[in-house]
């Protein structure tokens, strides 16, 4: 039991050490979502094109 408490005051050190920064300000998170939507639609119109018959 004492190698799992060991672990999780490990872990609770390692998470609570910092904050997150933001460090890529190029990647916009509207353009990601924008780009990723763009290509969801795409694949949904590819693949009604291959299903005309149905």
């Known amino acids: ?9 490990a872990l609770t050190t390692l998470a609570s050490e910092g904050e ?14 924008g780009g990723a939507l763009v290509i969801l639609l795409l694949l949904v119109w590819i693949t ?5 018959d149905r």
């Open 20 to 33: 997150h920064v933001d460090t890529h300000t190029s990647i916009s998170p509207y353009m990601t979502g």
């Open 1 to 9: 039991m004492t190698a799992f408490t060991s672990a999780h005051a």
């Open 48 to 52: 009604t094109r291959f299903n005309r």
